[in-house]
């Protein structure tokens, strides 16, 4: 929880490619758990047609340093799966265009290695269709705190307009006590509108050879 009140900072203007850093001082709970705390981070905005925004971040604290420890066998340490980073190829997705989705993905368990790990990648209200190959993966075997970087073509729809559009990543997997878990973790996607210059309506007036005439057009 915050140490004051005040949960939110307001920013002002925040310019195309402009980055700003935000500090809270927060306290965490004497009941804490060692792994898999959750802060959420909500930005709410106006884009410069002036239309309200929002997005959402999960974001993870690990390590927290708690009394006793957790062995292998121990069911209450529950290994949870996150999205450490992801990146798109092209940097800028525009409706229509064809782009690499690439996530980094992490076991941020201390105490237990998973197995069977399969990973499915879909979109809500089909924004983003898959190109080639499947929308799923497996691995087998993951160590406590390992990383494994994927990555997926995807095709924004022609129709999209410019927003924010959510990709889910599902997990599912198991320790090796045979206990089985699921998560989804959603990145949100900036997609600008596809806009093209359209010539029609081309109204040309009576013309003579040698002399001036008229052409309009929409």
């Keep these: 929880m915050p ?3 005040k949960d939110y900072n307001y920013i002002g203007t925040l310019n195309a490619n402009d980055t700003k850093t935000q500090t809270f001082a927060i306290i965490a709970s004497s009941g804490i758990s060692s792994e898999n705390n959750v802060i959420t981070v909500e930005v709410t905005y106006k884009d410069n047609l002036n239309n309200e925004q929002s997005i959402s971040k999960n974001i993870y604290i690990l390590g927290v340093d708690t009394e006793g420890n957790v062995s292998e066998d121990d069911n209450s340490a529950k290994p949870k799966m996150i999205i450490s980073s992801y ?7 525009v409706a229509g265009d064809i782009f690499t989705f690439n996530f980094t993905f992490k076991n941020t368990s201390r105490e237990k290695k998973i197995r069977n790990l399969k990973i499915t990648v879909s979109s809500e209200e ?3 269709i898959i190109t080639r190959g499947s929308n799923t993966f497996y691995v087998e ?4 705190g390992a990383m494994l970087t994927r990555g997926i073509e995807l095709k924004a729809k022609q129709d999209l307009t410019s927003n924010s559009y ?23 996607i900036p997609v600008t509108e596809y806009s093209k210059l359209v010539i029609n309506s081309v109204y040309p007036g009576e013309g003579y050879v040698n002399s001036v005439t008229n052409l309009s057009f929409d």
Excluded: H, Q
Aim: glycine share 10%; proline share 2%.
């Design 87 to 93: 990146g798109l190829n092209p940097t800028e997705v």
């Design 3 to 5: 140490i004051d009140s």
């Design 126 to 128: 089909g924004a983003f």
């Design 166 to 188: 959510k990709v889910n990543v599902a997990f599912g997997y198991e320790d090796f006590n045979g206990n089985e878990y699921n998560s989804t973790e959603t990145i949100n």
């Design 141 to 144: 075997e993951m160590a406590r």
